[in-house]
């Protein structure tokens, strides 16, 4: 199924726009008082008001994570997360940065466009099923984070 020219713009005017604005997403680092705990589950940013805002749910996200060279992103271990919210905009987000602390490259699509580099932070990481990943991603000055929960391990 092909997205229509119009709606892969409004998504990326959207983004644009977070962008201008100054966006800001520590939502889940330190010294937040959420390090323990991912009160924001899925893909988040928080505003100039200091207001959260999710763009989609960990519900309607799914995380595998790839332990093992032979079958991750990129022919190494690592992280791919997909997911459509209920306005129908789809991501797919991936990255081999899988151990806390970590930073580096990674890439994310929307709408099936073009897969646009972003640099990515771990917050958290987990090995099993139901363990939580957190990734601070920029992209030019636009800073989102996902919190996560492992779906599978592949």
Known sequence: MKIPPKKTTIVFLFLTTIIFIGVSCDNDSSPSPNDDTCE????SWVDTSNNTNIFISDEELSTQFFPNASNGPFGAPGVEIAGQNSNG???FFVTNIIQ???SGSGSVELNGGQPQPVTV???RAGTNVGDEFRYD???NSLELEFCVKIDQVL
């Not at 924001?40 to 893909?43: Q, S, V």
């Open 121 to 123: 932070t771990c917050q």
């Open 89 to 91: 905009d789809r991501i």
């Open 137 to 139: 991603i920029n992209y």
């Open 100 to 102: 806390e602390g970590q």
């Open 40 to 43: 924001n589950p899925g893909l």
